[in-house]
């Protein structure tokens, strides 16, 4: 049955997404489909902190992909980071979707510590609305997270309008990510950044109809 959430359910399911999970201590694993490896202890010194975002340049998301979930062992309800080999980046973060590269370490221990693990798939199912209203093709809606370049200013933006792009706990679905459509113009402003879309799919996204002919 296809996904689909009322308004109401929507609002709600953001909010409960968006509260800060209690905070947790103790080791860390790495999932994929069917199975967990530890990826490190309490023991483990900074230069290998997959979770720390200090010092680190700060990326456009990787296109949806398989990936492998980060969590606390303790607590495997809320991933704290998620892996996409293929793309090789890291998306942490709590609160907010940060897109990172590891250092040559981390990937190293990441490719070692899921070597025979299954990786989770990409989404295939889920529920959108812009400015809180159901959209219609939703699953095409994954392409704004790679669609146009960065500008620096959008002037005649006339405000935004929230994307909410919601599914299973992926890093494109989860809640985290932040997604808005201008009112006018053709610009996304897409986890901090301002960028430019074609002029047709920032039409089709006010307007909540498919991407997927655009």
């Known amino acids: ?8 359910a929507l609002i709600l399911a953001v909010l409960s997404i968006q509260a800060r999970p209690a905070q947790a201590k103790g080791p860390v694993e790495i999932c994929g ?8 202890g309490t023991e483990t010194k900074p230069a290998v902190n997959i979770l720390t975002q ?8 990787a296109a949806p992909t398989q990936f492998f979930s980060i969590r606390f062992v303790n607590q495997p309800g809320s991933p704290l980071a998620y892996w996409m080999p293929t793309a090789n980046l890291l998306r ?22 899921t070597h025979g693990l299954r990786p989770l798939s990409a989404p295939k199912r889920v529920s959108v609305a812009v400015n809180l209203k159901p959209v219609r093709g939703d699953v095409s809606y994954l392409r704004l997270y790679t669609l146009g370049h960065v500008t620096m200013k959008a002037a005649d933006s006339g405000g935004w309008l929230k994307i909410n792009i919601l599914g299973r706990s992926t890093p494109w679905t989860d809640g985290k990510n932040s997604l808005w459509i201008s009112r006018r113009g053709a610009f996304l402003r897409r986890d901090g950044e301002i960028i430019v879309i074609p002029a047709t799919i920032a039409a089709r996204v ?6 997927t002919d655009v």
């Open 54 to 61: 200090a010092g680190r340049a700060r990326l456009s998301p």
């Open 1 to 8: 049955m296809r996904l689909m959430l009322t308004t109401g």
């Open 206 to 211: 006010r307007a909540r109809l498919p991407l």
């Open 33 to 40: 489909a069917t199975s967990c490896t530890q990826l490190y």
């Open 92 to 113: 942490v973060g709590w609160e907010r979707a940060t897109w990172i590269r590891p250092t040559k370490v981390e990937a190293a221990l990441l490719r070692g510590k």
